[in-house]
């Protein structure tokens, strides 16, 4: 005698309910996997390089350990412990693998985003030469330059190339070294004899609006501009003051003007690209506040770096194969100048998703990729 008729069909009601809940989890992760913007373009220096500097001929390099101990793949160029805040903000982008350096990207590859980031590069070509071979900003534009042409060839033509790249998000921190390897180093620089505070940061600023309208021409329409961080108050300055404590306020005011002036290129580009969109990340203010209550970020140490040498480990960077603190998600700092990872995330992380109403001008990037 065969199964009665109910039962039969309750099975079959499990099969279905059990296909439906396979195929909506396959759904589901189809949908996580892709990113929520097609591509990725950082152009920086030292704090967001991931290996572009690894084959060149300097001074400015950290593809040894210490540096990437805490990186799943090891030293890779990176100036960390492990992620820098582009990687922060790459997965939250929602991309499966970080973006990767233009020295060794190829094909397909380019499609998903490209980092330009040299460690030494400033907005002005002279500055970091001291230190070696670097890519300066007007530099790491022509490589974009190249990379577009190589996404026009992939797509097949300008328009489809066009229609991708103003899907992306473009992130530019610059202007660091032009102070630290540059205007404060009058030794061997004759620009701060040259220009007041005040100049040097419209000369600045100047020259990073040449490169910015070159980008816009080659496809950028969603720009992410990072303001320089509190360099008066890195390890590397705090070691150079009476008590070690001390921010070096004549670094941090040249900075402020800088980033005062940035954010008021934020408001003319904006006015002048109506079909472009640019947004300034307050990295200065965010410092500030991890700097005001270090403890309510889980940090103790907030003058000193992890790994380095001489006073606060500030005076030299982190030497090959040197022992780093133990306790690295305490530290602000990781060697003289750069963040360890748990500073790089809180700062990805405010800029994805401002915190603060300052924390992004005058929206964030999770805003950003929605328009």
């Known amino acids: 005698m065969g199964m009665p008729c109910g039962v039969v069909n309750n099975q079959q009601l499990w099969r279905l309910l059990l296909a439906v809940l396979l195929m909506t989890a396959l759904c589901c992760c189809n949908a996580q996997q892709q990113p929520q913007v097609p591509c990725y373009f950082i152009f920086g220096d030292s704090l967001v390089d991931n290996g572009n500097n690894n084959r060149l001929s300097s001074l400015a390099r950290a593809d040894y350990l210490p540096y990437g101990i805490d990186f799943p793949r090891g030293p890779t160029g990176r100036f960390s412990n492990g992620k820098t805040t582009v990687d922060v903000i790459a997965e939250l982008l929602g991309f499966t693998s970080y973006i990767p350096p233009y020295s060794n990207t190829r094909g397909r590859d380019?499609?998903?985003?490209?980092?330009?980031?040299?460690?030494?590069?400033?907005?002005?070509e002279e500055t970091g030469q001291q230190l070696g071979a670097r890519i300066s900003f007007s530099g790491q534009v022509r490589n974009h330059q190249n990379i577009v042409t190589q996404i026009v060839n992939i797509l097949g033509d300008q328009?489809?190339?066009?229609d991708y790249l103003n899907k992306c998000i473009y992130s530019i921190g610059l202007g660091s070294n032009d102070y630290l390897n540059n205007?404060?180093?009058p030794q061997i620089y004759s620009s701060s004899r040259q220009y007041t505070p005040d100049q040097y940061a419209q000369?600045?600023?100047?020259?990073?609006?040449?490169?910015?309208s070159i980008l816009y021409n080659n496809g950028a329409r969603k720009f992410v501009l990072f303001g320089v961080g509190q360099i008066g108050c890195s390890p590397n300055a705090l070691a150079n003051s009476p008590d070690g404590r001390t921010c070096n306020q004549r670094y941090n005011f040249a900075n402020q003007m800088f980033n005062n002036r940035l954010k008021g290129l934020v408001d003319q580009l904006n006015r002048d690209q109506p079909d472009a969109k640019f947004i300034y990340v307050d990295s200065y203010g965010i410092f500030q506040d991890i700097i005001n209550s270090p403890s309510s970020f889980g940090f103790r140490v907030t003058n000193a770096g992890c790994c380095g040498i001489g006073r606060?480990?500030?005076?030299?960077?982190?030497?090959p194969f040197q022992t780093p603190c133990p306790n690295r998600r305490e530290y602000l700092f990781w060697d003289a100048f750069h963040p360890t990872e748990a500073g790089n995330t809180i700062v990805g992380r405010r800029a994805y998703s401002a915190q603060r109403p300052s924390d992004a001008y005058p929206i964030d990037i999770r805003r950003l990729i929605q328009l």
């Open 159 to 162: 328009n489809a190339a066009a």
């Open 183 to 185: 205007y404060f180093m």
């Open 110 to 124: 380019v499609l998903r985003g490209v980092n330009y980031a040299s460690a030494a590069a400033g907005i002005r």
């Open 203 to 212: 000369i600045l600023i100047q020259q990073y609006t040449q490169q910015l």
């Open 312 to 319: 606060n480990n500030g005076q030299i960077t982190c030497l």
